[in-house]
């Protein structure tokens, strides 16, 4: 079993959707949590860092994070054909020999067209 | 503000050929830096890490070897390419162990 579980996709959407992107794990040192957002042939862009469970919103961008239930979650509302790429989770412990790094999941294609 | 270079952006080079892919970063100083690869449809790998001037972590054995010679310059080095060392080679920069990694926009590399 992988650490990160993260559907590939692809996934597509009309503009204007909001799209629920989605990571399971399972190891449970697992404290900080990312969504990176990568365009084809670039490298990824950080989105979101959060450290606690809950909510943080940036703009049309919401992670969620349910460490209860090793469950995070992007949401993108009112999705623009310019959120079309690949979104990537991946989170790191803290402490131990794991300290800072980071495991990713597959990556989820998102299609958003116009 | 900080910036990552990686050069070059795409390569190309035969079996049994060295390699060398630097990267550096601007705007910070004493980052821990790390080296990952992105095969196809997968994420990402982690290849080497470093948190000073002459300090590396492997964390796969193969065919790479990795070497940070100033504070803010990090190679990617190997002395005989093989077929299964072709992929996507990202370079990435975090100021802490705590803090997110930041990418630069990588080097596609082909071995034929």
């Known amino acids: 079993q992988k650490e990160v579980e993260q559907d590939p996709g692809p996934l597509s959407v009309p503009e204007g959707a909001i799209v629920s992107l989605n990571c399971t794990y399972s190891?449970?040192?697992?404290?900080?949590f990312m969504w990176y957002r990568q365009y084809s042939r670039k490298g990824p862009e950080l989105l979101m860092y959060?450290?606690?469970?809950g909510n943080k919103e940036d703009g049309r961008f919401t992670a969620q994070v349910d460490k209860s239930s090793k469950y995070i979650s992007l949401f993108i509302r009112d999705s623009q054909p310019s959120d079309s790429a690949t979104y990537l989770c991946?989170?790191?412990?803290?402490?131990?020999?794991?300290?800072?790094?980071?495991?990713f999941g597959q990556g989820t294609i998102l299609t958003v067209h116009p | 503000s900080q910036t990552i270079h990686q050069w070059p952006a795409t390569l190309v080079q035969p079996v049994g050929s060295p390699l060398s892919l630097e990267c550096t970063v601007e705007?910070?100083?004493?980052?821990?830096l790390y080296w990952y690869r992105q095969a196809a449809g997968r994420g990402l790998q982690l290849l080497f890490y470093?948190?000073?001037?002459?300090?590396i972590s492997s964390e796969v054995p193969q065919n790479l070897s990795a070497s940070r010679p100033q504070d803010r310059q990090f190679i990617l080095s190997s002395k005989k390419l093989l077929l299964s060392d072709s992929g996507f080679y990202l370079c990435?920069?975090?100021?802490?162990?705590?803090?997110?990694?930041?990418f630069g926009d990588g080097t596609r590399l082909s071995i034929l």
């Open positions: 470093s948190v000073g001037i002459g300090q």
């Open positions: 990435a920069w975090s100021k802490e162990d705590n803090q997110p990694q930041h």
């Open positions: 705007g910070t100083s004493n980052p821990n």
């Open positions: 991946a989170m790191f412990s803290a402490g131990g020999t794991s300290y800072g790094k980071l495991t």
């Open positions: 959060t450290y606690s469970s």
């Open positions: 190891n449970s040192a697992f404290q900080y």
